[in-house]
Protein backbone atom coordinates (compact mmCIF):
# COMPACT_ATOMS: atom_id res chain seq x y z
CA UNK A 1 0.00 0.00 0.00
CA UNK A 2 1.28 3.63 -1.30
CA UNK A 3 1.98 6.34 1.81
CA UNK A 4 0.04 8.95 2.14
CA UNK A 5 3.58 11.48 1.47
CA UNK A 6 4.01 9.03 -1.76
CA UNK A 7 0.56 9.44 -3.03
CA UNK A 8 0.79 13.03 -2.06
CA UNK A 9 4.05 13.20 -3.84
CA UNK A 10 2.56 11.49 -7.03
CA UNK A 11 -0.59 13.33 -7.40
CA UNK A 12 1.31 17.03 -7.72
CA UNK A 13 3.59 15.31 -10.55
CA UNK A 14 0.78 14.32 -12.56
CA UNK A 15 0.12 17.85 -13.61
CA UNK A 16 3.78 18.06 -15.13
CA UNK A 17 2.90 15.21 -17.50
CA UNK A 18 -0.08 17.05 -18.65
CA UNK A 19 -0.13 16.93 -22.83
CA UNK A 20 0.40 20.76 -24.26
CA UNK A 21 -2.83 22.29 -24.88
CA UNK A 22 -4.56 22.99 -28.20
CA UNK A 23 -4.91 26.53 -28.71
CA UNK A 24 -7.91 28.18 -30.14
CA UNK A 25 -7.43 29.15 -33.78
CA UNK A 26 -11.12 29.67 -35.19
CA UNK A 27 -14.77 28.99 -35.70
CA UNK A 28 -16.97 28.71 -38.19
CA UNK A 29 -20.51 27.20 -39.14
CA UNK A 30 -20.38 24.89 -35.87
CA UNK A 31 -16.40 23.79 -36.95
CA UNK A 32 -13.51 25.00 -34.52
CA UNK A 33 -9.84 24.70 -35.42
CA UNK A 34 -7.34 24.66 -32.50
CA UNK A 35 -3.78 23.83 -32.84
CA UNK A 36 -0.89 22.94 -30.97
CA UNK A 37 2.81 22.20 -31.59
CA UNK A 38 4.43 18.66 -30.67
CA UNK A 39 8.44 18.31 -30.62
CA UNK A 40 9.55 15.05 -30.73
CA UNK A 41 12.80 14.72 -29.93
CA UNK A 42 15.60 14.31 -32.55
CA UNK A 43 12.66 14.88 -35.15
CA UNK A 44 10.97 17.68 -36.80
CA UNK A 45 8.68 19.81 -35.04
CA UNK A 46 4.44 19.01 -35.93
CA UNK A 47 1.48 21.71 -36.13
CA UNK A 48 -1.19 19.19 -35.09
CA UNK A 49 -4.77 20.48 -35.90
CA UNK A 50 -8.07 19.48 -34.08
CA UNK A 51 -11.10 20.14 -35.94
CA UNK A 52 -14.43 19.96 -33.83
CA UNK A 53 -18.08 20.20 -35.90
CA UNK A 54 -20.60 20.27 -33.36
CA UNK A 55 -23.23 20.79 -36.00
CA UNK A 56 -25.84 18.73 -37.92
CA UNK A 57 -24.43 18.51 -40.64
CA UNK A 58 -21.11 17.09 -42.01
CA UNK A 59 -19.05 20.04 -43.62
CA UNK A 60 -16.53 20.42 -46.56
CA UNK A 61 -13.43 22.38 -45.04
CA UNK A 62 -10.71 24.58 -46.78
CA UNK A 63 -7.81 25.85 -44.14
CA UNK A 64 -5.37 28.18 -44.78
CA UNK A 65 -2.24 28.71 -42.09
CA UNK A 66 0.48 31.00 -41.87
CA UNK A 67 3.38 30.57 -39.71
CA UNK A 68 5.52 34.09 -38.61
CA UNK A 69 8.77 33.58 -36.87
CA UNK A 70 10.00 36.93 -35.34
CA UNK A 71 7.33 38.54 -36.98
CA UNK A 72 7.74 37.45 -40.73
CA UNK A 73 5.65 34.97 -42.76
CA UNK A 74 8.41 31.96 -43.13
CA UNK A 75 5.77 29.29 -44.16
CA UNK A 76 1.94 29.17 -45.36
CA UNK A 77 0.09 25.83 -44.69
CA UNK A 78 -2.86 24.70 -46.26
CA UNK A 79 -5.78 22.06 -46.12
CA UNK A 80 -8.71 20.76 -47.28
CA UNK A 81 -10.95 17.72 -45.81
CA UNK A 82 -14.70 16.96 -45.26
CA UNK A 83 -15.91 16.60 -41.63
CA UNK A 84 -18.58 14.53 -40.65
CA UNK A 85 -21.48 15.94 -38.19
CA UNK A 86 -20.66 15.82 -34.31
CA UNK A 87 -16.79 14.36 -35.13
CA UNK A 88 -13.57 15.59 -33.89
CA UNK A 89 -10.17 15.31 -35.94
CA UNK A 90 -7.51 15.07 -33.66
CA UNK A 91 -4.09 15.42 -34.66
CA UNK A 92 -2.06 12.71 -36.09
CA UNK A 93 -4.38 10.16 -34.89
CA UNK A 94 -7.09 10.98 -37.68
CA UNK A 95 -6.57 14.66 -38.66
CA UNK A 96 -4.42 17.22 -39.83
CA UNK A 97 -1.27 17.85 -39.12
CA UNK A 98 1.83 19.73 -40.70
CA UNK A 99 5.97 19.19 -40.80
CA UNK A 100 6.85 22.70 -41.20
CA UNK A 101 10.23 22.99 -43.67
CA UNK A 102 11.22 26.11 -42.46
CA UNK A 103 10.66 26.29 -38.93
CA UNK A 104 12.84 24.14 -36.44
CA UNK A 105 11.93 22.85 -33.34
CA UNK A 106 13.38 25.90 -31.05
CA UNK A 107 11.96 27.65 -32.91
CA UNK A 108 8.68 26.05 -32.42
CA UNK A 109 8.96 26.26 -28.84
CA UNK A 110 9.94 29.85 -28.99
CA UNK A 111 7.63 32.66 -27.93
CA UNK A 112 8.21 34.45 -31.46
CA UNK A 113 6.89 31.72 -33.49
CA UNK A 114 2.80 32.56 -34.19
CA UNK A 115 0.37 30.60 -35.97
CA UNK A 116 -2.13 32.53 -37.69
CA UNK A 117 -5.74 31.18 -39.12
CA UNK A 118 -5.52 32.99 -43.06
CA UNK A 119 -8.30 31.22 -44.48
CA UNK A 120 -11.08 29.41 -43.11
CA UNK A 121 -14.13 27.89 -45.01
CA UNK A 122 -16.48 25.69 -43.84
CA UNK A 123 -19.55 24.62 -46.20
CA UNK A 124 -22.47 22.23 -45.07
CA UNK A 125 -22.75 19.44 -47.52
CA UNK A 126 -24.97 16.26 -47.19
CA UNK A 127 -22.43 13.83 -46.66
CA UNK A 128 -18.66 13.28 -46.53
CA UNK A 129 -17.08 10.66 -49.52
Same mark, same amino acid.
Not at 22 to 34: E, F, L, S
Not at 61 to 70: C, E, N, S, T
Not at 77 to 86: K, V
Given at each position: ?20 Q ?17 V ?11 L ?8 R?? @? ?7 G? $????? %??? #??? &?? =? ?10 Y????? @? ?8 ? $????L %??? #??? &?? =?A??
Open positions: MMKPHALLLAMLALPACKMPYVQAGTKNDVAVDYRWNPPDKPAELLLRKNSGTSAQIH @IGLDLYYQF $TVEEL %TAD #TCI &PA =GRTFNGKLNGIFIPKR @ITPEQATSPD $TKVA %TDF #TAV &PV =GCP
